[in-house]
């Protein structure tokens, strides 16, 4: 029976329209407590365990299982649950672009890092909302596919999982996703914690940094989800400061649980995230996935011994108990028919919209129906599905619609097509058409999530990997763009891949150019309303894009040991006076926006920035206005300017609105490795509004702050 203090608070937290919150939760410890108390030690930590039994079902069984017709995840995958003491299972979904349960069900949304190029924290709130629905009508309670692991470079294989390469802007995205699945009834579970951002070496590579690294760039976003009430964290495979991520008692006791007061549970990456039972347990593991492997009885020997206390599994127990009955009492319930419904499709759909991203436009696009007559689509990846990686979080639609099959919907236009294998032929075409969409590119065996031959036998994957410093298109791509545009000098590249493409050799040769990334199941209807005008393009870049791979940090993608610097990304090139080819959130449109009138004041211990957006063009259009903060005054050694917030503005031609951002002032501080306290200076900050992160195209001002400091957070 569960407690009336809980239903009380949950009833409240329904007025407010939120639910599953930290304090939700934890109006119910006393009825976990008592249940809890009920238990014995086995029971405990079967909670703590995956229901796969490795010694039972062996590794030529379970390879079978997650492979083929039943593949990884077909089902939620399940831990712990005691059925007689009202403890549900959890029952685990995997993500991020969807669910990946199923088989030619679930709705396949863009990869994160298009839904990051949206900057639109509302709509990706709406899209976890979404996958919520669809992990609920699955029979699960827990999506782990709120990735925010920063790419330290962009060749990480991964990157299609994450936001892009700014902190801030994961934190805000991850945590809207968190708040969308969480009002759904479901577990958001925020992954890979932490240093997680090479994946050939991810089971071994030891990450080290110095102190304002970690606590600056690559940990604020994972406390952004935790503080938007993220009731799972999942740690990540490699090592950090020479202690397994699963095991490390700093990351998980000390930052997680203490410092930043996470309430919920841990569990481990699956299968290899656990390399050690008393280590682990003592560490602040609360959860071995995806089979008991060093949990169940080893755990069971390990506290009988004496290694691990008692305590040590009744805590671990506690907040799994406690998550769990938050998130079943009551709960919202959905039938199969919202997997994959139109609403979720269409909502697909609106995202690749919002994320396709134009980079170049001679004056080519949109493409004009009446004066295109014949359209000639070439490439290797113009009529291939272009949803992403095959690995972990590959989903399964119904169907997913090519950029060739969305063109051919165009009435009176003759398609021409050719996938570039043949170069004459592709010529003979492109010289025929009045306009070319020329769509190269990337593909899950050129990245992704990879794991090595010794342990495929149990484990799923795609055979793609880390980019490394190949972050160019292929030869053959090069090829194609370089005689096409020669051929048709109304050549429209059209990009395909999950981060960063390098595009300085050949980017003054077409027309056009935008960014597609993996744009979903819908995503070859949105790249043709792109070209065709029906959609004004909106994306901005959550990347830079450098003239030279040497600009960018040096990574040994089989390391053993891994050493990140403080600066990466944009930051890096403008702390080094490198221009970009593309600046941090470029992305252009077929109408023009001015900005003006830029004010900034600091009250309540925020920071607000305002300034007048127009759209100055002749179509509708969306501005994302960037606020963007300097620290030349700065006593130590800072970024030039850092992003600290967007918003999102949709205008009519001529209309005009006032864009106004906040941002806390404790995302200003710097953190002091002396004395383990955040502080912020008092000095003037350079305040700057505009359209990307290039001076260029931003308006700026002085504001003087005063200084403070606070201990674990400002």
Not at 442 to 460: A, R
Not at 548 to 555: E, H, M, N
Request: aromatic share 10%; proline share 3%; with cysteine.
């Amino acid at each position: 029976m569960i407690h009336k203090k809980a239903h009380e608070r949950i009833k409240e937290k329904e007025d407010e329209g939120v639910r599953c919150t930290k304090d939700v939760r934890m109006s119910y410890s006393e009825a976990a407590e008592e249940i809890l108390k009920r238990l014995s030690t086995e029971q405990k930590i079967w909670l703590m365990s995956g229901n796969i039994d490795w010694y039972q079902l062996g590794p030529e069984k379970l390879a079978y299982s997650m492979t083929g017709e039943n593949h990884y995840n077909v089902r939620p995958l399940l831990a712990g649950g005691i059925e007689e003491e009202g403890v549900p299972a959890m029952g685990f979904c995997d993500g991020p672009r969807g669910v990946v349960c199923g088989n030619g069900q679930s709705t396949c949304f863009p990869v994160t890092v298009m839904r990051g190029a949206t900057f639109d924290t509302e709509l990706e709130e709406e899209i976890g909302r979404a996958i919520g629905r669809e992990v609920r009508a699955f029979g699960g309670n827990l999506f782990a596919g709120v990735c925010v692991n920063l790419p330290y470079h962009p060749g990480w294989g991964r990157s299609q999982e994450t936001y892009g390469e700014e902190s801030f802007a994961l934190g805000a995205m991850g945590a809207a996703l968190v708040r969308g699945v969480q009002e759904e009834d479901v577990i958001a579970c925020v992954k890979h914690y932490a240093f997680n951002s090479m994946e050939n070496a991810r089971f071994r590579v030891d990450i080290s940094c110095d102190a304002r690294t970690e606590q600056e760039v690559f940990l604020p976003h994972f406390k952004d989800c935790v503080d938007a009430g993220a009731a799972c964290v999942m740690t990540s495979y490699n090592r950090y400061k020479g202690v397994c991520a699963g095991h490390n008692r700093y990351l998980l006791r000390q930052i997680l649980k203490k410092e930043w007061g996470f309430d919920g549970f841990t569990m481990s990456d699956f299968n290899y995230g656990v390399l050690d039972t008393v280590e682990a347990a003592n560490g602040g593991q609360d959860m071995e996935m995806l089979m008991t492997h060093f949990y169940g009885d080893n755990l069971l020997r390990a506290v009988q011994a004496g290694f691990v206390k008692e305590e040590v599994v009744d805590e671990a127990a506690l907040r799994i108990i406690r998550t769990l009955l938050a998130f079943e009492d009551g709960h919202r319930e959905y039938g199969e028919s919202v997997i994959g419904c139109r609403e979720h499709r269409e909502l697909s759909r609106r995202c690749a919209e919002e994320g396709i991203t134009l980079l170049k436009n001679d004056g080519m696009l949109p493409l004009d129906q009446e004066a295109v007559r014949t359209l000639a689509v070439i490439g290797p990846v113009a009529d291939v599905d272009i949803t992403g990686d095959l690995g972990s979080s590959r989903v399964r639609p119904a169907y997913v619609v090519t950029i060739l099959e969305a063109v051919r919907t165009y009435r009176g236009v003759q398609v021409l097509y050719a996938d570039g294998s043949d170069l004459e032929y592709a010529k003979e075409i492109a010289g025929k058409a009045d306009a070319v969409v020329l769509a190269v590119g990337y593909s899950p065996s050129d990245e992704g999530e990879y794991v090595t031959t010794k342990k495929s036998e149990n484990y799923t994957g795609s055979d793609g990997g880390d980019r490394g410093d190949r972050l160019g298109l292929h030869e053959s791509d090069r090829i194609l763009v370089h005689e096409i545009s020669a051929v048709n000098s109304r050549t429209a590249v059209v990009l395909v891949g999950g981060g960063m493409i390098m595009m300085t050799e050949w980017i003054h040769e077409p027309a056009a150019v935008m960014m597609a990334y993996y744009p979903g199941q819908e995503g070859g209807t949105a790249v043709a309303e792109v070209l065709f005008g029906e959609v004004n393009p909106s994306g901005k870049l959550p990347f830079v894009v450098p003239y030279r791979t040497a600009d960018l940090p040096k990574v040994d993608w089989f390391a053993d040991d891994q050493y990140y610097e403080y600066y990466h990304g944009y930051t890096r090139l403008e702390k080094l006076g490198i221009e970009p080819l593309f600046p941090y959130g470029f992305g252009l449109s077929y109408t023009t926006f001015a900005c003006s009138d830029l004010m900034a004041s600091v009250e309540d211990g925020k920071l607000t920035a305002a300034c007048r957006v127009k759209n100055t063009g002749t179509r509708a259009g969306s501005e994302v206005v960037q606020l963007y903060v300097g620290f030349s005054g700065s006593a130590v050694d800072r970024p030039v300017k850092q992003l600290f917030g967007f918003m999102r503005v949709t205008l009519a031609p001529g209309e005009e609105t006032e864009a106004v951002i906040t941002c806390p002032l404790e995302k200003l501080c710097w953190y002091n490795p002396v004395s383990r306290l955040w502080e912020l200076e008092e000095m003037n900050y350079e305040i700057c509004l505009g359209s990307s992160s290039d001076s260029k195209d931003l308006l700026k001002t002085e504001l003087w702050i005063c200084g403070g400091q606070a201990k674990g957070g400002f």
